[in-house]
Each structure stands twice: as C-alpha cells, then as structure tokens.
C-alpha cells in the first residue's frame, strides 16, 4: 500500500506538472513585458546517498530547460538546428546570467530519481542579445544614417550659414532641425557634424562655399560614416504682400539633394515652397523655412525609404570563414566590430563546427575595403589574420592575444586582390 501511495504521488505530481507547463505564459502575471515566467520539471540522478545532490542537479535541469524554452520562441527552429553547438553553449555555459529570480514549487524524489516543479522569471531581452551577438538571430537591418548638409539664408542675412563653414562660428539651421525631427521619426539616423578639429585635419576639403563639391561631400559623409548625404540650401524672403501696414508675407524655399555615399549617385531630390504672413522679418523668414523644410523632410523621407531599400537589395553576400571560434567570447566581439563597419548589411551564421564558422555578411563596397577595415580594428584578447582575400571570400584566424605578441594588435596582414574592382 505504502509504494501505490507512493505512485500515486508521484503520478499526480507529473500530471500537474504536465498541467503547469501547458501554461506556464499565462500561469501568473509578468512583474515587466521583459521577464516571461516558465514553470518546468527537472530531475536529478540521486548516487550514494546524495539527495541534496541531486535535488541540486534537477534544478539546475529545470533552469536550462526554462530558458531553452525562451530560447526557442525566439528564434526559429531551423536556426537553432543549423547553429546547435552555439546555441548548446549558451544554453549551458550562460544560464545565470537569463535567470532574473526562480522558486521550487513542489518535490518529492522517487526510486533513485529526484524531481522538482520549478517556477523561473527569464530575461528575454538578455536571451534575445546573447542569440543575436551570436548569429542565431538574425539582427534587424540597419537604419540608414545621414548627413545633412544645408546652407541656409534667412532674411537680414548677408550671406548663407553653413556647419562645415571652419572660419566662422556656427549658427542654429533651422531647415536641418526641421529635418533632423522628421528623418528620425521615419527611422533614419541622423549624424551630427565632424568637428572643427577634425575638419582642419582633413585634406582635400573645400569649405569656403555653401555648396560643396561632390568630393567633399562624400569625404564629410564618410567622416561620420553616413549612409546619405543630404545637400541643399534654404532661404527666405519678403514678398510685395502687406496687411494693415504691419503685417508682411514671406516664401520659403528649400531645395536639396539626397547622395548614396556608396556609389556616389543620386537617390532623391526636392523643391519646396512656403509662404507664411509674420509682422517681423526674421520671424517671418524663419517660419517660412521651417514650413518649406517640413515639407521637403516629408518628401525626401519618401524618396529614401523606397531609394535606400533598393540599393540595400544590390549589396553584394561576402563568405568569411573565421577559424578559433571555440571561444565564444572571441567570437561576439569579432561580430560586434564586423557589424560596426560602414557598409556593413546584414550577418547570418551559415555553418558552425567545432572551431569555425562562417559568416555570410551582406556588404556594399569592395572586399578589400572590408578586409582593410578589419585589420584597423583593434581587440584586447585577440588578433585577426586574413590568410586569404579572394573574390567573395575572407578567411580569418582569431588568434589569442598570448599568441600575438601584443594586445590590440591585428596578428597579421593580409594581401588585397588588386584584380577586383
């Protein structure tokens, strides 16, 4: 009778096991959207004699499972398939740092087996970062960043103002603030101006004019690695119209052009108009502006989402077989600087073995550009050697830095392909 008690227990623990995980979502309320609360078994093998052990192993069970659950809504099957060592290694090496809080619900051990019913509060957005420095998860494409560059003449101005002007001091634009709000909003990411000591450093700048040549152009854009140069002039002045004597109209007008940086081509364009009534002049000139700038951020966000989205699909898929990928930590600061690059689209993981990977990245320039912009990053336990740049492919070997002779230090050089274009 005692062992059917015993059975029995053992049985109606498993079925409200059963019972509790089938909605473990909706068992109790989340403390934050980021915490998801998963209620779990595990079980501990109990040898010798040791029941504190075991009791430990079978919640240490329950933990991984609970976060591999987490694990797996967020990525999809194929992907955890396709990269199951690296997934397996998070899993087992990092679960401590996903478990916000936990707590035994209910134990009890059975044979030589111990059993636990355990409720655990996981970090998905912590679980969702480790996937994604990984390559399991796919990173969202990257906003388009932009550089605006507007030179504006409000009324009672003698000449336009413009940033990249070093002689004089720099003036609030109000067309580019205008801009700024709106090409955010959209989801651009607007990049703020190189400064005056980087401008001087820079050699063949030409600044002195409100409109500058295609060279500096590309050159300024690149300074803050932007994806989009927006170029153009806004103004102001004082129509003929008049209302009771005080009361003056003014037209605004804004006129730019959007550049891909990467092939130098023109990807959007814009003439704006705005007339506003003002009894100041300044006040007047500047309202006009803002209303002619509103308009053209409206227009050119237009222009960009569907320009920018084309020449995203034209970036050319690079191979890099990336060898000493056994240590993990290695592995996310090398993807962390990779995707830090300018140029640099979007990074899947296509294969993994024991200590090596390879990586198809999504990249708009050539690949010697890539390979050179690698070996310009520095990494503190590591060094990179490019043992092969070929067309469409870079092998690389990460190498310990006690191999390297120095911290920082790229481990070795590379020779570009100077037949590719």
Known sequence: MPFFSLKKTCLIFFVLALVFLSIRTSFSQEPTPDLK????????LVSQNNVAKARENAISESLITAVGIVMSDLAPSDALVSNFQSANEILYTHTDNFINDYRVLAETKYENRYRVLVQ???????????????????????????????????????????????????????AETILTGILTRKGFVVKGHP?????????????????????????????????????GRSSAEQSSNTMGGDSHSFKGTLMARAIYISNEGEIGKTVQTANTVNTDKVSGGLDAISQA????????AVQLTSSYSKKETEQSSIKIVL?????????????????????????RSSEMKSNETTLTVEYRDNINTLAESLMLQSFDSFGINISNVSPGQLNIVLIPTEKTGGAGTPAGNFKADTTQE
């Open 293 to 300: 700038a509103s308009l053209a951020g409206e227009d050119l």
């Open 120 to 174: 655990a509060k996981i970090s998905t957005s912590k679980v969702k970062q480790q996937l994604m420095e990984t390559g399991i998860l796919t990173i969202e494409n990257k906003k388009p960043k932009v550089l605006l560059l507007l030179a504006e003449q409000n009324i009672g101005d003698i000449q336009p103002h413009y940033w990249w002007d070093i002689q004089t001091p720099e003036k609030e634009n109000k």
């Open 37 to 44: 609360t998963i209620i779990v078994t595990g079980s501990g």
């Open 323 to 347: 060898e000493g990928t056994r240590n993990l930590s290695n592995f996310v600061k090398f993807r962390k600087a990779l995707s830090s690059l300018n140029n640099v689209g979007e990074i």
């Open 195 to 231: 400064n005056t000591t980087t401008l001087f450093e820079t050699k063949d700048l030409i600044l002195n004019t409100p409109e500058p040549d295609q060279n500096t152009i590309i050159k300024l854009a690149k300074l803050v690695q932007a994806d989009i140069a927006i170029v």
